[in-house]
């Protein structure tokens, strides 16, 4: 007899709200995380010790398709990637789930329409507070339910920008958005609304991530476990190559074998495929799952640039990412295909700037530096990025992640470069004055900016061309999950979070119907 019901091998969006899910049915549940908790100390919301000194960021090393090594912007916590996320929580519009013509081909359609989606959106939604208002958004797909929360109010300098945008035209909306904030009751508020969001962890645990929202409610049932510090490095199976007996696992420098039924690869897209091609055997020769040659390809993670505009008057706002325009998400003047999603980010500082251009900014003076950010409003703007079979993830000679990788879309996302700047010339921010900025690219290799990464393990109805199937289980292996962001077939132009979870808990419910378990609804006992 297997030791646990479900393994679940990493606590990001997808494994982290898949085991808050099935943790109520009482079955023996073993999340396996790679990485520890994230430390809540000072430096949490220092933009030195995130930004400059990569305090959160992953050791590890991937290589490029010319095996250039380069560190890739991941993090490995309790949480996964969302102790660090931007909370920005939108649902993919309702046409992404058909196929869409780019500038640059076709963005392929989803085994499932939108409508199959809508409940665990709905879900996901209330598992991870989102704020938000219904009905601003032009592009807005259907929702059975109002956002569990009121919208974040703008700051001034925001709504200035929001009305000017109206003024001029434009359908701006309130960002939706996972902060546990209270404004109508500030003293008891659990988020205090701070400068420190977008790219940093929350010290007050305000931040509706996986750990928070998800790690630690599972936890508080007892039949559900937690090992940090524990990478799984294979995948075994029986000598049929049909089911998952055992995962390896690397931890304090031991290794040490785990069982269960069930398993569920939740390691993040680039990970997963990792995982998946490391456990290559005579029944599954290219990889686990591979029979397709699918795994580790059609790697995706949006074509997108953070856009720094000089606006005449200071900004002064604290918390700026509740703005978004989709008025570009299909189309543009004169441009009959998807430009992509413009949307505000966390308000960027003098520290950021080292950081992000070490060497440009090392001779400039601090005060000239803090000039700039006190003037900056700051854009963040997304193109779908289209799946390629080439942008793949292959293991390196020493096992590593190895990314070949070529961007699509480009064309796109220059013409929504040049909307961006054509609407701020009419709100008071001089278009000239606008500097591309790369938020999350420290260095000059693009790659290495993965913090929206998906595809490699996509799910689908043909074997021939996808990993998984519409469970998002293994074509090929009966008792093999993958709930991360990797099951994307196509990326879409908002962040990626609330997919994945949404997704991860419709996944969860075929789990418990295949336990035998009851369908699991509403909130733990503990969670107010
Ligand atoms: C700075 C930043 C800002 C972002 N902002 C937004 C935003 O505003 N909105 C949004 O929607 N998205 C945002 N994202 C992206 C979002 O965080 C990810 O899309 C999401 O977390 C992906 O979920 P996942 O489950 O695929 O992977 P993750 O959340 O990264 O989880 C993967 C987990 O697996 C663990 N793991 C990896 N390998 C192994 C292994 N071999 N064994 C055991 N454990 C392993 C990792 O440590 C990690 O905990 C942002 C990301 C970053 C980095
Ligand atoms: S704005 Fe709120 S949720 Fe975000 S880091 Fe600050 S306190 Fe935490």
Known sequence: MSSYDVIVVGSGAGGGTLARHLAPSGKRIL????????????????????????????????????????????????????????????????????ELRHRDGVSPAWPIPYDEMEPYYTEAERIYRVHGARGEDPTEPPASAAYPYPAVSHEPRIQQLSDDLEAAGHRPFHAPCGVMLDEGNMPYSTCVRCPTCDGFPCLVHA???????????????????????????????????????????????????????????????????????????????????????????????????????????????????????????????????????IQMVGKSSAEMYRGEKPLQTRLAPQWTLDKVAEHAVDFWLST???????????????????????????????????????????????????????????????????AHQAGTCR?????????????????????????????????GAVNPALTAMANAVRVGERILERLGAPAAHGEPAHVA
């Open 31 to 98: 999340i396996l995380e790679r990485g520890d908790w994230l430390p809540r100390e000072p430096g949490n919301w220092l933009a030195r010790d995130v930004f400059v000194d990569n305090r959160y960021v992953s050791q590890d090393t991937w290589y490029d398709e010319k095996g250039r090594p380069f560190q890739p912007q991941v993090h490995y916590f309790v949480g996964g990637a969302t102790k660090l996320y931007g909370a920005a929580l939108y649902r993919l519009r309702a046409e992404d789930f058909g």
């Open 207 to 341: 931040k509706a991530d996986a750990e928070v929202l998800a790690v630690r409610p599972a936890l508080e049932h007892s039949n559900v476990t937690l090992l940090t510090g524990a990478e799984a490095v294979r995948l075994e199976t029986n000598d049929a190559g049909t089911v998952v007996t055992g995962v390896v696992v690397d931890r304090d420098g031991e290794r040490e074998t785990y069982t269960s039924d069930l398993v569920v690869v939740s390691c993040g897209a680039a990970n997963s495929a990792k995982l998946l091609l490391a456990s290559a055997s005579d029944k599954h020769p290219r990889g686990l799952a591979n029979g397709s040659d699918q795994v580790g390809r059609n790697y995706m993670f949006h074509a997108s640039q953070a856009v720094l505009a000089l606006s005449k008057e200071p900004n002064p706002t604290v918390f700026q990412k509740t703005l978004g325009l989709n008025d570009f998400y299909f189309g543009g003047p004169d441009v009959d295909y998807p430009l992509g999603n």
């Open 384 to 450: 779908e990025d289209l799946p390629v079979p080439e942008n793949r993830v292959t293991l390196g000679a020493d096992g590593s992640v190895a990314l070949a990788y070529a961007p699509t879309n480009d064309v796109a996302k220059k013409r929504l470069m040049h909307e961006l700047k054509a609407i701020l010339s009419k709100t008071g921010m001089h278009d000239e004055h606008l500097l591309p900025r790369h938020a999350y690219l420290k260095n000059e290799i693009p790659v290495a900016g993965c």
């Open 459 to 491: 799910f689908g109805r043909d074997p021939a061309s996808s990993v998984l199937d519409v469970d998002c289980r293994a074509h090929e292996l009966d008792n093999l999950y993958v709930v991360d962001t990797s099951f994307f077939p196509s990326i």
